[in-house]
């Protein structure tokens, strides 16, 4: 426990960012992009800093106004909240750099609050990693909530209908949470999540207990998507625009499942969910169904932007098995694959992007014969596929590699063949794209013989600062999988040795 | 005998209902409310009528911390010379504080919805959501005809 100012500054630095950006977008939005980027960059150098920190030298404590927990208001910043703060941080670097147009769908005019509300969504996820009570990891979720909503509008009228849908059951879900955190107050008599776990230590057996975890648990299991509340996803993350897309895909629901994390395995007592009750188990099955159904959907999709929507609530299926297996194998699986999912679902949505807006297209069969007019953008897309059906050297492949040998460890063999398994459908979605992009001509195509937008010659490259994420991504993804033991080894080992002791 | 046992026995059950009832009337009345939000949640097909459904049911999340801030004869939680600083005497004030900030929340999330309301209404002329829901509903807005 060192005292640092850090765990505070990484949800504060954004917030005062967007109190700035909204004020100077009124002058100039140019501006408050530049803001927008300082803010994201500054909490991207401290979350690396507070990761190397609090893995070397234990978790780094903010008190809010000195005054110290259970009394005060803590931000606490261990190896996995920094692990998740990294994330957030890059990824959100990588959303403010891509360029407003193509990646929001709206000119960057003036008195447009995008940035600033950019910047509460990220500052929101931040909050969520660093919340030391669970009464402001409730707070923290709305803000990112609403701040999504907002974005996820920006898409046209019919990601208006998503996000008022996605409004809907989200509020819901927060509420299920927040009476959940009621049930847990009136127990316990406190919010700070170490006093819950040492005074729950004794309500084991109390039925209030039970009800707060299922409660808990359906709550963030609708902010994370889980199968079957996943039924928000596919709308909100098809309608919305390419970046706030890849922002939500890679990140904003992945701070649910660390949400999940940190109250199931931490601030509950340790081992009680485990032995105790059966929510894990039905975390198991409700991830394979949703890893199921997620790719057999994706398989039928025609929108390249709904496919990888599909495709998500897949991959959220295998971070929920990951968690509900709990043991350590599957944990750092479930962790490892909140990056690598992370990475390459925004190389992904920006690629999607490009393709948007030099094909102004979003149909997969309109893009026959794109591979060779945009490489570069396509060879990024090529290698995060790859990573997401999980051959090996990329990100994909490690990260099932943990899951499949964590199934095995608890001899749950059946999750270990569907997870394997479900690469196969993995393979059959994407390689329909793939097949296209790179080896269909405009010719075979049929009607959009010539004056198909993916057919006609006119169609190049994009310009750079569209390609640079995307190919800087792609590259990441490879980069990833090599590294991706350096990542097991110095931090998740001894968060997941921590957290399941 | 036989019938003096069940009797009895159906006079206990009767005293512990109405025992939980005069104790916990609250708890039933804050279930309905929830369940009401829920179902007029689920069941309504105005997008108006969805979102006063999503307000009762946060509300009834509001009052159950309300309710549990609640102590027999207990004062206004500042503290008081004559009443001294025994806890006991004051009601919670955290539930309230907490409440508080979910309200502000909560109005804020009644702000988006009514705004992305009036940009769905703006662009389809309707806030039925079967009508919405239908295939045909354009991505873009355009069955209306009225320039936005």
Redesign the interface.
């Known amino acids: 426990m060192t005292r640092s100012a850090v765990p505070a500054l990484l949800p504060v630095v954004p917030f005062v960012g967007a109190a700035v950006a909204a004020m100077v977008a009124v002058v100039s939005p140019r501006v408050a992009r530049w803001i927008a980027v300082v803010a994201v960059a500054v909490v991207t150098v401290l979350a690396a800093w507070g990761l190397a920190r609090s893995v070397e030298s234990g978790p780094l404590v903010h008190p809010m106004g000195g005054w110290a927990a259970p009394f005060g208001i803590e931000y606490v910043l261990d190896p996995l909240s920094a692990f998740i703060a990294l994330l957030i941080g890059v990824i959100g670097l990588f959303v403010v750099l891509y360029p407003t147009r193509v990646g929001f769908g709206i000119e960057p005019e003036r008195g447009v609050f995008l940035h600033a509300i950019v910047l509460l969504l990220l500052g929101g996820l931040l909050g969520v990693a660093v919340a030391g009570d669970l009464f402001n990891l409730f707070v923290s979720l709305e803000i990112y909530s609403i701040a999504s909503y907002a974005l996820i509008a920006l898409g046209g009228p019919a990601a208006a209908v998503a996000s008022y849908r996605y409004l809907l059951i989200g509020t819901v879900g927060s509420s299920l949470y927040l009476l959940g955190v009621g049930f847990i107050y009136f127990t316990t008599g406190t919010l700070g999540m170490d006093s819950v776990t040492t005074t729950l230590g004794g309500l084991t057996g109390s039925p209030t207990t039970a009800a707060a975890t299922a409660l808990v648990v359906m709550g963030l299991g609708t902010k994370m998507a889980v199968f079957p509340l996943h039924v928000w996803l596919p709308d909100a993350h098809s309608h919305a625009p390419p970046a706030v897309a890849a922002l939500l895909a890679a990140v904003q629901v992945k701070v649910a499942a660390y949400a999940l994390i940190r109250i199931l395995l931490d601030v509950f007592p340790p081992r009680y969910v485990i032995d105790d009750l059966p929510v894990l188990d039905l975390l198991v099955w409700f991830g394979l169904a949703g890893v199921v159904v997620g790719s057999v959907i994706a398989i039928r999709q025609t929108d390249l932007k709904r496919l990888l929507a599909h495709s998500t609530v897949a991959q959220i299926g295998y971070i929920a098995v990951g968690i509900g297996l709990a043991n350590s194998q599957a944990l750092i699986g479930a962790l490892l694959h909140v990056v690598n999912h992370a990475a390459m679902k925004a190389c992904l949505f920006f690629a999607a992007g490009a393709i948007l807006e030099q094909a102004r297209t979003k149909k997969i069969p309109e893009m026959t014969g794109l591979g060779p007019r945009m490489p570069w953008t396509m060879a990024g897309f090529t290698l995060a596929a790859i990573s997401m059906i999980g051959l090996p050297p990329t990100a994909g492949f490690f990260s099932k590699w943990y899951l499949v040998s964590g199934a095995v460890e608890t001899g749950n063999w059946f999750v270990a063949v569907v997870i394997v398994g479900s690469s196969v459908f993995t393979l059959v979605y994407f390689l329909r794209v793939l097949e296209r992009i790179w080896f269909g001509t405009p010719e075979s195509s049929g009607a959009h013989t010539g004056d198909g937008p993916g057919g006609t010659p006119s169609v190049v490259e994009a310009r750079p600062a569209i390609v640079a994420p995307v190919a800087v991504l792609g590259i990441s993804v490879v980069v990833l999988g090599i590294v991706n033991f350096a990542i097991v080894r110095e931090v998740l080992d001894p968060v997941a040795i921590r957290l399941l002791n | 005998m036989i019938g003096t046992v069940i009797g009895t026995v159906i006079g206990t059950a009767i005293g512990t209902v109405i025992e939980t009832l005069a104790d916990r009337y609250i708890y039933i009345f804050l279930v309905a409310l929830l369940s009401l939000g829920?179902f007029a949640?689920i069941t309504e097909r105005h997008?108006v009528k969805?979102?006063v459904g999503?307000v009762l049911?946060?509300t009834s999340?509001f009052l159950?911390?309300i309710e549990?801030s609640v102590k027999d004869g207990g004062d206004v939680p500042v503290i008081d010379p004559e009443l001294g600083s025994d806890p006991d005497l004051y009601v919670n004030p955290?539930?309230h504080l907490?409440i508080l900030?979910?309200l502000v929340?909560g109005v804020?999330?009644i702000g988006?919805?009514l705004s992305?309301?009036t940009?769905?209404h703006r662009?389809?002329g309707t806030l039925d959501d079967a009508e919405?829901s239908r295939p045909d509903?354009?991505?873009?807005?355009a069955r209306q005809e009225t320039p936005r």
């Open positions: 829920l949640l997008l969805k979102l999503l049911f946060q999340v159950f911390f549990g955290l539930p907490l900030t979910a929340v804020a999330v988006v919805a992305l309301i940009v769905i662009a389809y919405l509903t354009p991505a873009d807005g």
